[in-house]
């Protein structure tokens, strides 16, 4: 059976990754409010599984409870942007060298699965639909998540995973947003699996300080495309002055 056949087989998403896969793509929006009723007929199912969805969504803290006033999506602050990632940067280095001192055979095998899902994700991103870009999102995500469980440091692993859990609405910016002026979207995702794949071989060959840039290479990449993303004016070279009238 072929890779692509086998996708097609997975089975169908739950009700919890569909509302976090519309929370993620921003068709859920921040702070909108949300309840069990109105979910549980978007989505076609009772409302049981709506209320164990937002459960873990709050644990996730993709979306938070309001006292007295249900539940909403959560805020996306952009002022947290600074702090998040530099505690990304530090947690995502430490992680990478005790992958590469602790893993196991069956680790190095759970990462190299989770960086080809990634790299298949790339492809349907090219259709531009947002669900192409939260599947690869998603794709991130689990191989992010099989570089903490390699480290087998569970203080790291958990830290990882709430950064990485609040921070996943701002990683999707990467792959829905195309800058002026800087590198292409297939470009930039062509570099990101590289790094991707150096990160995994370094961690093979147990080279600690290896795997340690290659990490940190992972973290620029996306701080530099994001800080772009940010910055961009699309009318900066529009003059107001009437001397130029």
């Known amino acids: ?45 009772s409302r049981t599984p709506i209320r164990e969805a937002l459960i873990r969504l709050t644990n996730d803290r993709l ?40 893993r196991t055979t069956v680790d190095l095998a759970k990462l190299k699965e989770t960086q080809a899902a990634f790299v298949e994700a790339i492809e349907p991103l090219t259709t531009r639909f947002p669900v192409a870009e939260v599947e690869l999102s998603n794709s991130e995500w689990a191989f992010h998540t099989a570089l903490a469980e390699s480290s087998h440091n569970h203080y790291l692993i958990e830290a990882y995973s709430a950064l990485i859990l609040q921070g996943i609405r701002m990683m999707r910016i990467q792959y829905g947003y195309q800058p002026i002026g800087a590198i292409s979207i297939t470009d930039y995702l062509t570099e990101l699996t590289e790094r991707h794949a150096r990160l995994v071989a370094a961690i ?27 910055q961009e004016n699309l009318t900066e070279g529009i003059s107001l002055s009437s001397a130029d009238g």
């Open 1 to 45: 059976m072929s890779r692509r056949t086998a996708t097609q087989k997975r089975k169908q998403p739950s009700v919890y990754e569909r509302i976090r896969n519309d929370v993620i793509a921003f068709v859920l929006r921040p702070e909108q409010e949300l309840d069990e009723s109105s979910l549980a007929e978007r989505y076609a199912v």
């Open 63 to 102: 979306v938070e409870a309001l006292p007295g006033r249900g539940i909403r999506v959560s805020p996306f602050i952009v002022s947290n942007y600074p702090r998040y990632m530099e505690a990304t940067d530090l947690i995502r280095r430490a992680l990478a060298r005790g992958a590469a001192h602790r």
């Open 204 to 230: 093979e060959d147990r080279d600690l300080d290896g795997a340690e840039e290659a990490a940190r290479a992972m973290h620029k990449g996306l701080a530099d495309r994001l800080s772009v993303y940010f």
